[in-house]
């Protein structure tokens, strides 16, 4: 699929606000409604598009502290791995988890209410899956920046 100049401003628009209607699309790029309406609907199906989300404030929810961990398996088996990707689906705190290279295994990102839940979710949770061996936490300080926005 080839994505051309016109599909990037409606995907860079639509990045910025999923709300933005057809109509109000079609007037941002001068171009008609209804060739907006197709191109959007072809990268919705080819996949470019795969759904709309709403961002939430975290701390408006109570959810103020973010937490990246690293995590280490006691082996790099594909059993190992496979357990520890089922268990970290299971965890709603966990809202990223990359398997990556380099002196770790994964890399997950989480959103918690307060240290105190943290403690908690590393005890319970996180540190009795299967095969994790080693566990480094990094907690946010301060968020520079956040964006969801893939660059076109």
Known sequence: MKIDETDKKILGLLQQNAQYTYKEIAQKINLSLT??????????????IERYVTLLNKKKLGKSLTVYCQVTLIRQTKEVSSEFDKAILLLPEVIECNFVSGSFDYLLKLI?????????????KLSIITGVSLINSFFVMSEVKSSYEIPL
């Open 35 to 48: 060739p907006v309406h197709d191109r959007i609907k072809r990268l919705e199906n080819e996949g470019v």
């Open 112 to 124: 918690v209410p307060d240290m105190d839940a943290y403690h908690q979710f590393h005890q319970q």
